[in-house]
């Protein structure tokens, strides 16, 4: 769902193969299929604006489709504002397991409280739709978790940054960015979710991040899990 989260995404499955099993061969990776299609309709429009809502939920479907045919053991979405069409894409699957995004971060993050032994209110970071249409905060209300988002205009920076980030303009995407993450830390957040696949590419390697802040990367998280089950790790059951 994005060309560079997709690549970025696969380029994780294969540092995490080899971090986790110590890969060494071709052989030695996991079987991937990647569905990147790049004509669904703009998600970010259709969840703020009504226009194309059907047409995603129906391309998504058809994607999940495609991925039944190859007969996957379970099935990611890697792009968050799109798990607001789950159930779409939960069909077209038709009893193919789906590993949600959004349930892999947030148990990670119930387990970093439980670790701290304290809850605290989680930032979330992500794009116009992913806000709008409650992905995360429907999700973390649910589990008792309080949370902390960005006001409209505030917002409307952040969708620039990401943009930035389809455009090939990571420097103006950072230059954008930066202040928004500064921002919600001076709000007193000490756990951020960053909710956008575009968002980890912005804040790569040499990015001045903030101290004595937790930062959950669904994209991260999501690509750990999927090495760890298909190498057989933990088991599928455990983590859905």
Known sequence: MGPDAGVEFFSLLIRKTRELTSASADQDH???????????ANRNVA?????GVEECGAAMEAA??????????????????AHYFQSSVIKGLSGTPFLSMIDVCLNNIE????????????????????????VYQDALEKRGIEYFVLDEARQDKAMEAIYCVKQGK???ARTTF??????????????VILGC????????????????????DSCDLLADTVVKVAKGLKKLEDVL
């Open 111 to 134: 387990a970093h409280f439980a670790e701290m032994k304290s809850k605290s209110t989680v930032g979330i970071l992500g794009g116009k739709g992913c806000m709008v249409g409650r």
């Open 64 to 81: 999940a489709r495609r991925l039944k045919l190859v007969e996957c053991d379970f099935a990611v979405l890697v792009c968050n504002t």
């Open 178 to 191: 930066k202040p928004l993450l500064d921002f919600m830390v001076s709000q007193g957040v000490k756990s």
């Open 197 to 216: 696949t575009e968002i980890p590419i912005i804040i790569k390697e040499d990015f001045d991040l903030p101290r004595d802040v937790k930062f959950f």
């Open 30 to 40: 996991i079987h991937v299929t990647l569905e990147s299609n790049p004509k669904v």
């Open 170 to 172: 990571i420097g103006e």
């Open 47 to 51: 969840i703020c604006e009504g226009e």
